[in-house]
């Protein structure tokens, strides 16, 4: 059975604002070169957008986000799921924008939502931990206790050896 991701909408770190352009005007993509715009997207944060790459060749199929400004800072500072939420993307763009701009995996978005992540994960086991503890105490394996509480069976290895490691060190 495939794991469930959680639908939560990443937040932005920072606020964004698409680039003063019109219509059929040419604008500076930091991918692309120099592309003529040919409209705004209707995404969370609106962005121009063009089907031509460098050089004016007109392609057909879909539109190419113009990235420059606030985009390429947006690309550089918060989480792929973040960017790729509000301007309307797949995450595969934009990791390959990210390498395109040569920006490190970890951004200051990306730790934010890995530390939302594990706090959220952490509150929920919470209330089990001295139920999964009285087990160990108990002589239980970690399937037991797992099956016996509805937690992960990796949960109480980790609880389980995090307890060890913790006896050692003050021995």
Known sequence: MPRKRANLIPRLLGSYAAPRCRIGRQLACQINGDVEVDGITEAPVPWPYTQSRAGGVKRGGKPILI????L???IATESVAAVAHHWGISRSTVMIWRRALKVDRMTPGTQRLLM???????TKLAPKVPA?????AAGKTNQEIAKELRVRCQSVWRIRTGATFAEEQTT
């Open 67 to 70: 990235v420059c400004g606030d």
């Open 72 to 74: 390429a800072r947006a």
């Open 116 to 122: 939302d992540h594990a706090h959220a994960k952490l």
């Open 132 to 136: 999964i503890r009285a087990g160990i």
